[in-house]
């Protein structure tokens, strides 16, 4: 009981380890996953924003360039131009038209006042700074109103050319590119533009459709009106994407491999430590039993032996004969006995296995072994039924080994048969895939399921319920298929509780 409570512990502590290290990845995939997301999703937006504010760039430049080729330069050397809004000064700097307009309409002295006497008179300096103040409120009302006008008029030329024209795809590459790597995200992508009108404006040559997380959108020019603005899909690579964060969990997989590793190692030493223990319990059954079987014979020996001593036996030659006969058949007995255990001790391993192997009639060898096995079974009420119809019988085999290997199993259909029906033993051979097959079978009181997986084992018996006249050691079957073994065959048992058992002997033609 303790090992398995011991077992039980050591086992749910590997599982919960394995669980607690199972989730702890989850979470991480989870958050690395999120992390991902989040910088492509920055990346994208970073991206829209350039590029609108390129087009912006561009309009302005554009506007100040033709508006500065279009004008003309007046005797002041003040450039007047027409539909602009912006001059250059005699020194190079560009100053508003408002500004150059002040400084033109008092050129001596920017800081005096006129009365309204006509006289002049300078400035305080609360006059001054208020009226710099004024002049410089004034100058940013005017030059804000100017740029108002001028954006309105960028936004309005931008927003009428069709979507192919306004983005720059190899400066949207670009841009794309080393937001994702600022992100810390260095992995092949592809992307496609889509209008509003549900069309394909731009994608990559290689642009692959897909669906679920691996897909990224962004709107371009999110600002214009709704059939102005398009839409910016990147796909990444599943197999990519899986390893880029799959990646950060690798070194927790030699520990899983480890708790692994020690979990079955624990199980194997658990499955070892109770099939020794049930060894060694069918041991310990083997050893009393034998005892039992041996004390037996030797008791009843010893008896008869005692009896012959006795001076009035020897006078009576039918007693004498009978303890002889007791002495004999027990000493018979118990020779049976003893052969059973050295014949196995002698097949432990096949390399000590010595076989005198010859070619034989496997049909006649068996049909010896009926006509002595017939006397028994018929003693009891039974029948044996023969059909050796092997076209092909001759086998290569040790006869002795042989000739025992179907002796037990015809004295197991004896010991095993059904104490209210007369036994009935059918032995049947054939050829078949170039073999030669022989079947033994009983209408005994058959073997489970369970117990059909072990009949072979070394020590193991069959338990038979309230039938504790059925002797032996376990070791029959286990001789029998040690046998077969060695021979390069096959054997195989089918049987049913209350209808039968059927032993199936596969051997290799000569």
Known sequence: MTIWVIGAIMVLSCLGLLYMQMDYITAIVRMRREHFGEGVRRSLHQTAYNLELNEMRYYLSKNIQRDIQKSNVNSNNVLELEHSYFVTSDDGNIQSVFEMKTIMNNPANPLTKVNRSGTKRQMSLKEAQRHALETLRTRYMYQRAILDEVVYNMLYQASEKPLSQRVNFRQLHHDLKAELTSNGIDLPYHIRIIGSDGKEVYRCADFQEADGE??????????DPPNRMGVLEVVFQ???????????????????????????????????????????????????????????????????????????????????????????????????????????????????????MKELDANELIKGVINTFAVKVEQGGGKIISALEAGDPFVYVDEMHFTNVVFNLMDNAVKYKRPDDPLLLNIHTWNANGNFMLSIQDNGIGISKDDLKKIFDKFYRVHTGNLHDVKGFGLGLAYVKQIIQSHKGSIRAESEIGVGTNFIIVLPLK
Do not use: W
Request: net charge positive.
């Open 238 to 356: 599943e197999d990519t994407l899986n390893k880029y964060i799959y990646n950060s969990v690798k070194f927790m997989i030699p520990s899983m491999i480890l708790v692994l590793v020690l979990l079955v190692t624990f199980l194997i030493t658990v499955y070892l430590f109770i099939r020794q223990k049930k060894v060694s319990e069918i041991k310990n059954d083997f050893i009393n039993n034998m005892t039992h079987e041996f004390k037996t014979p030797i008791s009843t020996i010893s008896l008869a032996a005692q009896m012959l001593q006795d001076p009035s036996v020897a006078k009576s030659p039918s007693m004498f004969g009978k303890l002889s006969g007791v002495i004999a058949s027990e000493t018979k007995r118990l020779r049976f006995q003893v052969d059973k255990v050295l014949q196995m001790s002698m097949f432990e391993g096949s390399d000590n296995a010595s076989l005198k």
């Open 214 to 223: 691996n897909v990224y959108k962004e709107l371009l020019f999110k600002n």
